[in-house]
């Protein structure tokens, strides 16, 4: 069922590359070169220093391996599906999400749902082979973005497993050595712009124990235990929408992901974050949200808003609903990567508004 790509990958290198961007937490801030994002900025009131405004682009390495789906995520004016395409075109909308304020993208390994939200997911979209080693085809395609990310100044919350994904990986051996093989993908790039994210939303439907939320931090562990350099990555996992993150991850977590999906009033936003804070073993880190399907930009309050006057960062989710285009959505393949919808300019508007834009 597999389609095979051949590539190759410079995986073996003695000595990385010298890299441009750093990420890292100081207390509940997030700071890039050592200094924290937005130094000294406040909106209305609400402090922005130290946040990490992001967007879901989790399909920015997508490509279908299963033959009997890959016809469906065709461009309408090829008629046809090109990964590299999507990719380069993703690559080349990153400066402008970047001056509009957006100084992370959350990507996905084994991405998201192309449809929004699936039940089931026929289509094989994950960078792992079953027995837990990667396609450089794919791995090709995300250096690209973690390379350009570098450049930027931005960073990339790297999230390894999706559900509904994770069960093309034969056993648990096989999601231990995923995890190690990324991990050695990014030492041996030199990255120090990325975010580990393990998993999106471990308690939803995944088949693998380690995978699910009461086991999860034993993942997280690993990941912590390696150190290349004298650098490690910092890592946590996410949450369904609405769900405040289990004491297991909080003690464990560098930071801590929450999703706004399926939360209907913008001020149970800032309810989650204190919650989350109220949880035993919680101390100063930083909150953010890196998946939210609710809009209302134009109105005083909405999630984003309510997700900064908590002091947590706040992600965009966008993906393409029925009867819309192929200008709309950002999860949604094939994807548009420019600015190219009402909702997206919206969106990129009042990031710029709250941030003040960047460079």
């Given at each position: 069922?597999?389609?095979?790509f ?9 000595k ?8 890292s ?29 992001n ?39 990153m ?10 993208i ?19 979209n ?8 990667y ?41 231990v ?86 939360v209907?009033?913008?001020?149970k ?9 109220a ?6 880190m ?71 834009g960047?460079?």
């Open positions: 069922m597999f389609l095979c051949h590539s190759q990958w410079s995986a073996g290198q003695s990385p590359p010298k890299r441009k961007t750093t990420v937490i100081v207390g509940d801030q997030f700071y890039i070169n050592g200094k924290p994002t937005f130094k000294g900025r406040t909106w209305n009131g609400h402090k922005i220093e130290g946040l990490l405004p967007s879901r682009m989790v399909q920015g390495i997508f490509d279908d391996r299963n033959p009997e789906t890959r016809s469906k995520w065709a461009y309408p004016d090829t008629k046809t599906w090109d990964p590299n395409r999507n990719t380069a075109e993703f690559v080349a909308a400066p402008v999400w970047k001056k509009h304020g957006l100084l992370a959350t990507l996905n390994l084994q991405g998201g749902s192309p449809e929004g939200y699936s039940k089931d997911q026929p289509w094989i994950s960078m792992f082979n079953p027995n837990g080693s396609e450089p085809y794919f791995a090709n395609r995300l250096k690209r973005i973690l390379d350009k990310a570098d450049e930027l100044g931005m960073v990339v919350i790297l999230g390894l497993f999706y559900f509904g994904q994770d069960e093309y990986l034969k056993n648990e051996a096989a999601v050595n995923a995890v190690d093989n990324t991990m050695e993908i990014l030492a041996n790039g030199g990255y120090r712009n990325v975010l580990i994210e393990i998993n999106n939303e471990c308690d939803i439907r995944y088949d693998h124990d380690i995978l699910k939320a009461e086991r999860v931090h034993e993942l997280i562990r690993r990941v912590k235990a390696k150190k290349r350099n004298g650098h490690r990555f910092l890592v946590s996992t996410s949450y369904s929408g609405g769900k405040i993150p289990q004491e297991n991850v909080v003690r464990e977590a560098d930071y801590l992901i929450l999703h706004g999906n399926g209907k009033e913008a001020t936003i800032a309810d989650m974050v204190q919650q989350t804070r949880v035993a073993g919680y101390r100063p930083p909150l953010v949200f890196n998946e939210d399907d609710h809009f209302d930009f134009d109105k005083p309050a909405n999630h984003f808003q309510a997700a900064t006057s908590a002091y947590a960062s706040w992600g965009f989710f966008d993906y393409r609903m029925k009867d819309e285009s192929f200008n709309d959505g950002y999860q949604s393949i094939p994807v548009n990567w420019q600015i190219s919808s009402p909702r997206k300019k919206a969106f990129f508007d009042y990031l710029k508004e709250i941030t003040g960047l460079p």
